[in-house]
């Protein structure tokens, strides 16, 4: 069954910074493009990031661009999100996601860890 496993969510200060991780099991991880979401308190699932499996080619919401950085390492099966300059509107639960298709749009994910919470105080 395959796994991802977010990890690195807390609590920071607004202007702060948090690396998220999320680690894949029993995924055949490198052919997959894999995309960060969030999710805040009473509003949809959104896209924050992605980075495709072929050359690591990122693609990021406007909301988040020059603040946040998506990466992947395929001989250890993770992706990071570096989220620095850290906004009160940036509190969700953050969620790792796996498609085989290059997209943004979260139907197309196949695979989703539970998620972490990530709330930014002001």
């Known amino acids: 069954q395959v796994q991802l496993v977010e990890s690195g969510g807390g609590l920071v200060q607004a202007g702060g910074s948090l690396r998220l991780s999320c680690a894949a099991s029993r995924l055949t991880f490198s052919v997959y493009t894999m995309g960060w979401f969030r999710q805040a308190p009473g509003k949809e699932r959104e896209f924050v990031a992605r980075i495709r499996w072929s050359d690591s080619t990122t693609y990021y919401a406007d909301s988040v661009k020059g603040r946040f950085t998506i990466s992947r390492d395929n001989a250890k099966n993770t992706v990071d999100l570096q989220m620095n300059s850290l906004k009160p509107e940036d509190t969700a639960v953050y969620y790792c996601?796996?498609?085989?298709?290059?997209?943004?749009?979260?139907?197309?994910?196949?695979?989703w860890g539970q998620g972490t919470q990530v709330t930014v105080s002001s």
């Open positions: 996601a796996a498609s085989l298709a290059i997209t943004p749009t979260p139907g197309e994910y196949i695979y």
